[in-house]
C-alpha cells in the first residue's frame, strides 16, 4: 500500500500538456456563432448574423408596405360605399339637392377615390414585388407566408376603383345620350351592383388588413 498522499489529476505532467486539464469545460471550436434572430448574444460571446438582420428588417418594411395598402384601400373603399349610399338617399330628395349631390360627387370622389384607388395599387404592388424578392441563404423562394396576402392586396387593389368607375361612366353615358330623369332603370341597377361589390371588397381589405398585421418578419435557420 502506498503511503503517498492523494494527487491532484490536474497537476499531472502527462495530462497538463494534452490542452487542457482533465475535467475541466471543453473549449469552443473555432468559428462565428450565429443566435436565432430576435435574440441578443452576451457581450463577447458572439454576433447575430447581418444577413439574417438583414432579411428580417426587409421583412418587416414588406409588412409595413401591406398594411398600409390594407389601411388606405380600405378608407377608399369606405369612401365609395357613402357615396353610393348618398346617392340612394338623394332619390327621395327634390331635383335641386339631387343635382347639387350629383355635382359634389363629380367634383370630390374623382379626386378622393382616385388618389386612394392609386395609392393603394402602388403599395400592394410594392408590396408583392418584395414579398417575392429573395434573399440567399435564407429565403431563396422569396417570402412564402406573404405572397399570398400581398398577391391578394394586389387584386384587391386592382379593382377597387372599378365600382365608382362604371357609375360615372353610366351617369356619363345617360348625359351624352340624353337621358333624363335620376330614376332610370340602368342607373340604379348599376348603382345597387356597384354598392354590393364595393360593400364585397371592403371586407375583403378587411381580412387583409388581419393578414398583414398577423404576417411575422422574424427569420428562423432551419
Not at 327634390?94 to 350629383?102: D, H, N, S, Y
Not at 440567399?136 to 398577391?151: C, F, H, N, R, Y
Request: some cysteine.
Amino acid at each position: 500500500m502506498s503511503h503517498l498522499p492523494p494527487q491532484n489529476p490536474n497537476n499531472d505532467p502527462h495530462i497538463q500538456g494534452a490542452g487542457h486539464p482533465r475535467n475541466a469545460p471543453t473549449p469552443a471550436p473555432y468559428g462565428r456563432y450565429n443566435p436565432p434572430v430576435g435574440q441578443t448574444s452576451a457581450a463577447g460571446f458572439g454576433s447575430i448574423d447581418p444577413v439574417l438582420m438583414e432579411a428580417q428588417r426587409k421583412r418587416s418594411a414588406t409588412r409595413k408596405v401591406s398594411v398600409a395598402g390594407s389601411i388606405i384601400g380600405l378608407i377608399t373603399m369606405s369612401i365609395q360605399v357613402i357615396a353610393t349610399s348618398s346617392v340612394f338617399v338623394a332619390y327621395i330628395l327634390p331635383p335641386l339637392e339631387f343635382t347639387f349631390l350629383a355635382l359634389l360627387m363629380a367634383i370630390v370622389a374623382p379626386f378622393v377615390v382616385g388618389l386612394g384607388w392609386i395609392v393603394t395599387f402602388i403599395l400592394g404592388l410594392i408590396a408583392c414585388i418584395r414579398a417575392n424578392s429573395r434573399t440567399p441563404q435564407v429565403q431563396p423562394d422569396g417570402w412564402d407566408d406573404a405572397k399570398s396576402p400581398t398577391l391578394m392586396l394586389l387584386v384587391a387593389s386592382f379593382v377597387a376603383g372599378l365600382p365608382t368607375l362604371a357609375i360615372f361612366l353610366t351617369w356619363f353615358w345617360q348625359i351624352h345620350h340624353g337621358i333624363g330623369g335620376t330614376d332610370t332603370y340602368v342607373l340604379f341597377t348599376v348603382l345597387v351592383a356597384s354598392y354590393l361589390v364595393q360593400v364585397l371588397i371592403a371586407v375583403g381589405f378587411i381580412v387583409l388588413l388581419r393578414r398583414s398585421k398577423a404576417l411575422d418578419p422574424s427569420v428562423r435557420v432551419s
